[in-house]
T-cell receptor, first 113, second 113 residues
Framework: AQSVTQPDIHITVSEGASLELRCNYS??????LFWYVQSPGQGLQLLLK??????LVQGIKGFEAEFKRSQSSFNLRKPSVHWSDAAEYFC???????????FGTGTRLQVTL | DGGITQSPKYLFRKEGQNVTLSCEQN?????MYWYRQDPGQGLRLIYY???????QKGDIAEGYSVSREKKESFPLTVTSAQKNPTAFYLC????????????FGPGTRLTVL
């Protein structure tokens, strides 16, 4: 069965610093990969997604993610973090099984001023 | 504006009572989903429905029930059989052919006292 691992539960960065959130997946073929962001008490908003093609994917709010098949990873990056980026970030995989998204456990991002 | 609404935002119930969470969408999506979110566990699928009058169990369906009498509505009932119902519940919808592209509602936080 597919699975998603986000090894960092909580990350703190200074405003203006770069950010990388890690995501590793387990699946035999190339899955569809997603990053979502959730502000406290809110629903999930899609940041970006990878289906095929160019392994570097651009998303909203200045985020990007790179798919690395050899490492089974799909890490999320942002060159310069803003205080408003503080939220929880979820990596997810879709493989067509049972029509569901499988989510990682999330990484909570704190931004210090 | 098209979107997904969930009501209420906060819900309090006494232990042993059934409670129903509302989810409505006007995106003309055929598929709808219910997820449960607990701290440190990401999102887990409870039930999903791809067509009116039909639904399937997800990973954690025990203690929950759903109905799909209308395309726009997918209410979730948390029954007294659910051992630990306090959680954040998220509803989502998608086109059937694009189950990978799910749109999320703002969520309902259920607290059982």
């Amino acid at each position: 069965a597919q699975s998603v691992t986000q090894p960092d539960i909580h990350i703190t960065v200074s405003e203006g610093a770069s950010l990388e959130l890690r995501c590793n997946y387990s699946y035999g073929a190339t899955p569809y990969l997603f990053w979502y962001v959730q502000s406290p008490g809110q629903g999930l908003q899609l940041l970006l997604k990878y289906f095929s093609g160019d392994t570097l994917v651009q998303g909203i709010k200045g985020f990007e993610a790179e798919f690395k098949r050899s490492q089974s990873s799909f890490n999320l990056r942002k060159p310069s973090v803003h205080w408003s980026d503080a939220a929880e970030y979820f990596c997810a995989v879709y493989t067509g099984t049972a029509s569901k998204l499988t989510f990682g456990t999330g990484t909570r991002l704190q931004v210090t001023l | 504006d098209g979107g997904i609404t969930q009501s209420p935002k906060y819900l309090f119930r006494k232990e042993g009572q059934n409670v129903t969470l509302s989810c409505e969408q006007n995106l003309n999506h055929d598929a709808m989903y219910w997820y449960r979110q607990d701290p440190g566990q990401g999102l887990r699928l409870i039930y999903y429905s791809q067509i009116v009058n039909d639904f399937q169990k997800g990973d954690i369906a025990e203690g929950y029930s759903v109905s799909r009498e209308k395309k726009e509505s997918f209410p979730l009932t948390v029954t007294s059989a659910q051992k630990n119902p306090t959680a954040f519940y998220l509803c989502a919808s998608s086109k059937v052919s694009r189950a990978d592209e799910q749109f999320f509602g703002p969520g309902t936080r259920l607290t059982v006292l």
